[in-house]
């Protein structure tokens, strides 16, 4: 064959392939008793059950006037979640934040060494001091979702932010976009990783593990599209405040008495 | 308007090249490959299918009724089982063979009610080296329902070394309260709210004066005993016989 039959051949053997194609299609669809096939716009199985995710929007409020910086919720995290035991892996952590007179603002996480918690002397200097619990901001505007080059992490319809593991190619991307540094790389699978709002407890009605686990009710989780519940009593009775409004990220975790220095 | 030959051709192969891709890419290729629904479907999929490790409060209720009841109207009553037993879903599956941690030493309930400036003022907080050190804190509070023990267990928590002495002496059975009066105030802000201490020779002179209805306490003629000088003077109240 040489090259001008092999062009020729080309030209006829692609539309031939598609008419043979839509005459397969046919003739299974007309044939009886065979399930058809799925069309592309139907809603595949999610394994979710009885579960709708279009019927909810989950968000978190967090008051930070009652964190008590006890980390559970980060250590019930990471055994709910295999997150890396090392320190530097979190899917959710807590910062505490010491305001100084001079009005500098110093930020360390308390997740990070458990030893070190505590230690900590009244120091004269400091003006007020907090613990903010942090983790993936649930963003409906996440610019970890844009910056994706394989479409790994995307949003589902009930408002949570995932992750693909296995179109997720390692690349980072999504740790350098988001702006609360929610995501970290898991070295173990090459993927990256970060909070799902305990997906997997959500769907069957738990509550996820750092809200089951916090000793002071400083978490509260709830479904925004429901009149009832707690989260949006919450939001209702609360002076209410998202991290870094100016990014447009319309982030679904609300803080209550956010001081203006957290970041 | 004439066009060179060259670029008519030209135009032409590309205008039959883009026809090419746009069919091949509407109308070949079915809907179905650029649709991302079907991996997102799966991703969901193995998100959810995932293992729970904390079985969630309603879950202990079921057999463990007597301490959910315990706890329902203690300072502890929002405070999950899971917080302090750690994830139990295993040991909800299979309670015979698995059984939750249960932290009985010091070192577990000072991650909440260790002193620190960050954490909100009235939550209660104590110094662990200065509380009762050494002691697990099971055996002044019930973990399921704490109360702040009485006097003078309470007082002890920060005086322990009076309390020590006290404890050693013939005022062992006296209550703090007997000559202290201390405010509510004053176990949250100590220094604030001081309590009062007696301030005359008649106050001792209650047991210790010739007359006085006490049996036990040593009497003294609290006219003749002493001169001007205030009892506490020569006596340390917490261990009045002296050193030996």
């Given amino acids: 064959m040489n090259k001008r039959q092999f062009l020729k051949g080309m030209i006829l053997f692609i539309p031939a392939g598609q008419l043979l194609e ?13 399930p058809k096939p799925a069309k592309p716009d139907a809603e595949p199985d999610m394994g979710l059950g009885d579960y709708q995710p279009a019927d ?26 295999d997150v890396p035991q090392e320190p530097f892996f979190f899917r959710t952590w807590v910062e505490r934040y010491r305001v100084m007179h001079d009005g500098e603002a110093r930020v360390e996480c308390i997740s990070v060494n458990p030893q070190q918690r505590g230690e900590l002397q009244e120091d004269r ?49 999504c740790i350098q976009a988001c702006p609360y540094g929610a ?11 970060k909070c799902t709002f305990c997906y997997h407890r959500i769907t069957r009605g738990l509550l996820p593990a750092c809200v089951e686990v916090c000793p002071t009710q400083a978490r509260i989780f709830g479904d925004l599209r429901s009149k009832a519940s707690r989260l949006v009593r919450f939001q209702r009775m609360n002076k209410i405040g998202v991290l870094k409004p100016a990014l447009n990220t319309e982030p679904k975790v609300y803080y209550a008495q956010l001081d203006g220095e957290v970041r | 308007m004439k066009f060179p030959e060259q670029v008519r051709r030209l135009a032409a192969v590309t205008a039959v090249v883009l026809a090419a891709v746009l069919v091949v890419r509407f109308v070949v290729i079915p809907a179905s490959y650029f649709s991302t629904k079907l991996h997102r479907a799966n991703a969901v999929k193995r998100e959810v299918a995932r293992p729970v490790s904390f079985a969630g409060v309603l879950a202990c209720r079921e057999c463990h009724e007597e301490q959910f009841d315990a706890k329902s109207h203690g300072y502890h009553k929002n405070v999950a089982c899971e917080t302090c037993h750690g994830p139990s879903a295993k040991h909800a599956d299979d309670p015979m063979t698995v059984k939750p941690y249960a932290p009985r030493d010091r070192k577990f309930c000072p991650v909440c009610h260790a002193y620190d400036a960050a954490r909100p003022t009235g939550f209660p907080q104590i110094n662990p080296t200065a509380h009762n050190p050494l002691k697990p804190c099971i055996t002044c509070h019930n973990p399921h329902d704490p109360v702040p023990p009485e006097v003078p267990h309470e007082c002890s928590a920060c005086h322990a070394q009076i309390a020590r002495t006290k404890a050693l002496s013939s005022h062992a059975l006296l209550e703090c309260t007997t000559c202290h009066t201390a405010s509510e105030q004053h176990k949250v802000a100590p220094r604030s709210a001081l309590p009062t201490k007696p301030q005359t020779r008649e106050f001792c002179g209650q047991c210790h004066a010739s007359g006085a209805a006490n049996p036990d306490a040593p009497k003294v003629d609290l006219a003749a005993h002493g001169g001007a000088y205030l009892c506490w003077q020569c006596h340390y109240p917490h261990q009045p016989e002296g050193m030996e």
């Fill in chain 1, 56 to 81: 909810h929007w989950y968000g978190m409020g967090i008051e930070i006037d009652k964190c008590i910086g006890c980390n559970r919720c980060a250590e019930a995290c990471k055994a709910e979640n």
């Fill in chain 1, 125 to 173: 200097d400091v003006l007020r001091t907090f613990f903010v619990p942090k983790l993936c901001n649930q963003c409906a505007h996440p610019p970890c979702v844009q910056v994706c080059p394989v479409g790994a992490t995307f949003s589902t319809r009930d408002g949570v932010v995932l992750i693909d593991k296995d179109r997720c190619i390692g690349c980072r991307y």
């Fill in chain 1, 22 to 34: 839509t005459l397969a299609r046919q003739a299974e669809a007309a044939g009886p008793g065979k």
């Fill in chain 1, 183 to 193: 995501r970290y790389f898991d070295h173990r699978t090459s993927t990256a990783d």
